[in-house]
C-alpha cells in the first residue's frame, strides 16, 4: 500500500477513535505508526500529540454543537492537562523509549480490562 493512502488511513482510525472514544494518541496512532508506517518510537510519540491536537478540536465541535458538552466543567481538567503537558514535554527527550512503550502498554491494558469487565 501506498504511504500516502496508509498516512490517510491512519488519520481516518484515530479520527474515528477521538469520536468514538475521547482518545486516538497513544491508544491507535503510536502502534499505526512505529509498526504500519515504520516510524521510529520517539517520534511516533510525539507526531501523535500533534495529530490529536486538531482532531480534538474537531470533535470538540461536534459535541459542543450537539450540546453534549459542559466547557465550565473543563477548567480544572484543563489547567491539570497543561501542567502535566508542559512536565511531560520537558521530560520527554530524557525518558527511554522502553519505559514509555511500557506505560503506554499497561494502559491500555488498563483501558481494555475497564472497557471488558465494566460494561
Same mark, same amino acid.
Given at each position: 500500500?501506498k504511504s500516502? +493512502?496508509?498516512?490517510?488511513v491512519? %488519520?481516518?482510525?484515530?479520527?474515528?477513535?477521538? %469520536?468514538? &472514544? *475521547?482518545?486516538g494518541?497513544?491508544?491507535? #496512532? /503510536?502502534?499505526?505508526f512505529?509498526?504500519? $508506517?515504520?516510524?521510529?518510537?520517539?517520534?511516533? &510519540?510525539a507526531?501523535?500529540?500533534? !495529530?490529536?491536537?486538531p482532531?480534538?478540536? /474537531?470533535?470538540l465541535?461536534?459535541?459542543?454543537?450537539?450540546? %453534549?458538552? =459542559?466547557?465550565? *466543567?473543563?477548567?480544572?481538567?484543563l489547567?491539570?492537562? $497543561?501542567?502535566?503537558g #508542559?512536565?511531560?514535554?520537558?521530560?520527554? =527527550?530524557? !525518558?527511554p523509549?522502553?519505559?514509555?512503550?511500557? +506505560?503506554? *502498554?499497561?494502559?491500555?491494558?488498563?483501558?481494555? +480490562?475497564?472497557? !471488558? $469487565?465494566l460494561?
Amino acid at each position: 500500500m501506498k504511504s500516502k +493512502v496508509k498516512q490517510a488511513v491512519t %488519520g481516518a482510525l484515530a479520527g474515528a477513535a477521538n %469520536g468514538f &472514544f *475521547g482518545s486516538g494518541g497513544g491508544l491507535f #496512532l /503510536v502502534p499505526l505508526f512505529t509498526r504500519w $508506517l515504520h516510524m521510529e518510537q520517539k517520534k511516533a &510519540f510525539a507526531t501523535s500529540v500533534a !495529530v490529536i491536537l486538531p482532531l480534538s478540536a /474537531v470533535s470538540l465541535a461536534v459535541y459542543f454543537w450537539r450540546g %453534549g458538552l =459542559d466547557l465550565t *466543567g473543563t477548567l480544572p481538567y484543563l489547567l491539570g492537562g $497543561l501542567a502535566g503537558g #508542559l512536565l511531560s514535554g520537558k521530560l520527554f =527527550d530524557k !525518558v527511554p523509549v522502553t519505559l514509555l512503550r511500557r +506505560v503506554l *502498554g499497561v494502559l491500555i491494558l488498563y483501558g481494555g +480490562v475497564r472497557a !471488558v $469487565l465494566l460494561l
